[in-house]
């Protein structure tokens, strides 16, 4: 992956025109992938397989709540089509849900969830204080320099 790690990456801010906001979900690959992540501030990837029956599960949840947040990019990566991708993230298991704003990675785990968790989840990812998580990683970060 050219260049993308799981620590702040602080570029631009670029915000999608409207007529290119998504309005469905899309599929990620390694080529696509750090394009979607840096062009957007608010981007939810799903970890999925053709063969999981969670993942076939989960799928309309995804899409039931991905119609509700038309600002936020909702992503797919097939982990059979991506291995390298998948490999990246250390995904194990699947599917596995990963939320990123401003590029960072704010959460990351396995299993489906019920819609109301994952809504839930979608509130309190929306209502996180960027400049408290970036400081607090930089925090972190000077305790292990």
């Known amino acids: 992956m ?12 670029y915000q999608l025109p409207r007529e290119a906001q998504p309005v469905a979900v899309v599929e990620l690959s390694k080529e696509t992938f750090e394009d979607t992540i840096v062009g957007s501030p608010f981007v939810v990837v799903d970890f999925w397989a053709p063969w999981c029956g969670p993942c076939r599960s989960f799928a309309p949840v995804y899409d039931r709540v991905s119609n509700d947040h038309p600002d936020v990019v909702f992503a797919k990566v097939n982990t059979e089509d991506e291995q390298e991708l998948a490999a990246h993230f250390h995904i194990r298991s699947i599917p596995t849900l990963m939320i990123f704003r401003d590029q960072i990675i704010i959460y990351q785990q396995a299993g ?34």
């Open 2 to 13: 050219k260049g993308l790690d799981n620590s702040v990456r602080l570029r631009g801010q």
């Open 112 to 145: 489906a969830l019920p819609e109301g968790a994952f809504r839930d989840l979608m509130a309190k990812a929306g209502e996180l204080d960027m400049d408290e998580v970036r400081r607090q990683i930089e925090t972190e970060h000077q305790g292990t320099a």
